[in-house]
């Protein structure tokens, strides 16, 4: 499985922005913006708090079979590489989303002083910070799930038996 890189996040978090915003300037100009809804930062918070978690949960429960602990539950393979999946599709649209809400959110700054539109913002921005943990979150259960190196294998030092 592949390491989730940065600069693709980082990527697809700017194109998202830079489209949303100009799509909000040109729906703007045509007729009334859609409003930022109160879920989006509240279901991506969650999103971030089940991936964090599930980290946390995996984390410990390989510590304690690496303190060889009688009562140390295994880690199913299976289930830790559906987890890092899931880890890195929610970071993905996650990435996608706050690129969204950002650049909708930078629009809106330009009119702070329209009460309706200032409550967007805040929602938006909201939703950005709420997206950005998710990835944090993502990033960190895959780091958790990452499998030890094999030094001999990566070193290309051979043992004489």
Do not use: H
């Not at 989006?40 to 079979?65: C, D, E, F, M, W």
């Not at 930078?106 to 910070?129: C, H, K, M, T, W």
């Amino acid at each position: 499985m592949r390491e989730l890189r940065i600069r693709l996040l980082a990527g697809v978090f700017v194109v998202a922005g830079v489209l949303s915003w100009a799509g909000a300037r040109l729906w703007a100009s045509i007729g009334t913006l859609p409003s930022v809804p109160l879920a989006a930062p509240i279901v991506l918070a969650l999103i971030g708090v089940v991936l964090l978690s599930t980290a946390l949960s995996i984390r410990a429960r390989l510590k304690a079979q690496r303190e060889r602990r009688p009562e140390a539950k295994g880690v199913d393979p299976l289930m830790a590489a559906r987890a890092v999946v899931f880890g890195q599709a929610s970071a993905l649209v996650a990435a996608l989303v706050a690129g969204m809400y950002g650049g909708t959110g930078v629009f809106l700054l330009e009119s702070l002083d329209i009460p309706a539109r200032r409550d967007q913002a805040i929602y938006a921005g909201f939703s950005v910070v709420a997206g950005i943990a998710v990835i944090a979150a993502a990033i960190f259960l895959e780091r958790v799930c990452k499998l030890p190196e094999d030094d001999d294998r990566n070193s290309g030092a051979t043992s004489a038996a």
